[in-house]
Nanobody, 116 residues
């Protein structure tokens, strides 16, 4: 089993930056794709960005050009660098890992609040 621990959320003003981290432990050899999703109040959870073992990335249109995702395989950690933040980026951000066996594992979530 894989366990995830997220960190880095908080309160920031419009235009500011935050960096989220998600450290994986446990059966890390099973990890394939790592990524971030978010859920705003009253809305469904949505994809933010993903990164595969081969470092291929995918971003939601709403964050392209502002967010970057990276992965440190040695530390089993995925990062989400968020720049030029907007109030509409306010949400709970969840780390997600897809394993080679098809399992989907979620972190506990971290709150990101962007003030206008």
């Amino acid at each position: 089993q894989v366990q995830l621990v997220e960190s880095g959320g908080g309160l920031v003003e419009t235009g500011g930056s935050l960096r989220l981290s998600c450290a994986a432990s446990g059966s890390i050899f099973e990890i394939n794709t790592m990524g971030w999703y978010r859920q705003a109040p009253g809305k469904q959870r949505e994809l933010v960005a993903t990164i595969t073992r081969g470092r291929s990335t995918n971003f939601a249109d709403s964050v392209k050009g502002r967010f970057t995702i990276s992965r440190d395989s040695a530390k089993n950690t995925v990062f989400l660098q968020m720049n030029s933040l907007k109030p509409e980026d306010t949400a709970i951000y969840y780390c997600n890992v897809q394993t080679v066996f098809g399992a989907s594992i979620w972190g506990q979530g971290t709150q990101v609040t962007v003030s206008s």
